[in-house]
């Protein structure tokens, strides 16, 4: 069971990699974290992964006043996120053609959208943006919803003030990613609490 859940945890991690170099070589407009990585990228002259690893890091910092609690999927996604977004662009040559940089961008969202489920789904903790935001929902009461926007528009804001690609991809990231990532998540929970009904001994009372 831990080992399913491991390869499904890692195999996420690295898929939402490989969907953010498929953002870059796209070039149409990325998700705002996406945004806000490739214009510090631009700032600083770094590769985007390691743009990820940093900004993850930092914002897992700010975890410790909002009292959360990082699990291995927490610390895997700073790490490994920027490693694979790397090396996919290290082997993912760029796009020319409108029509192919199109599709690319298209499947770049549904790749993002499985991949969130398969990390999601294992069970190892959110990640460090994702956990920003749900601190931030607990020690404030705000909503999860007006939590996220603030902080998306806020990345994306500042990203496409450093010079962060923003584009028509952007708006179909935002329309399109919550309704794939709420189709994505249930079938690997699922998938996994079968899993959990092969192991476990059946209590008969």
């Excluded at 610390?75 to 690319?104: F, H, K, T, W, Y």
């Excluded at 956990?131 to 806020?154: D, F, K, P, Q, Y």
Aim: proline residues 5%; hydrophobic residues 55%; glycine residues 12%.
């Amino acid at each position: 069971m831990i080992a399913r859940r491991l390869l499904q945890l890692y195999t996420g991690l690295v898929l939402y990699g490989v969907s953010t170099a498929m953002f870059v070589r796209a070039n149409l407009g990325a998700d705002p974290w996406n945004v806000f990585h490739l214009g510090v990228a631009r700032i600083f002259s770094l590769n985007i992964g390691m743009v990820m690893i940093v900004v993850g890091a930092l914002v897992l910092l700010l975890w410790i006043p909002l009292r959360q609690k990082p699990g291995l999927g927490t610390v895997s996604n700073v790490i490994v996120l920027g490693l694979a977004a790397d090396a996919a662009l290290a082997l993912m040559p760029p796009v020319e053609s409108l029509v192919a940089r199109s599709v690319l961008l298209l499947a770049a969202i549904l790749v993002n959208a499985i991949a969130t489920g398969m990390y999601i789904g294992a069970g190892f903790g959110s990640g460090p943006r994702d956990g920003l935001m749900t601190g931030i929902n607990a020690r404030t009461g705000w909503s999860v919803r007006s939590v996220r926007t603030a902080i998306e528009l806020t990345v994306l804001l500042a990203g496409w003030l450093m010079g962060g690609t923003f584009g028509v991809g952007t708006v179909l990231y935002a329309l399109a990613i919550g309704p794939l990532i709420q189709l994505c998540l249930p079938w690997f929970r699922i998938h996994i609490q079968r899993e959990k009904s092969l192991v476990e001994p059946t209590v008969v009372p």
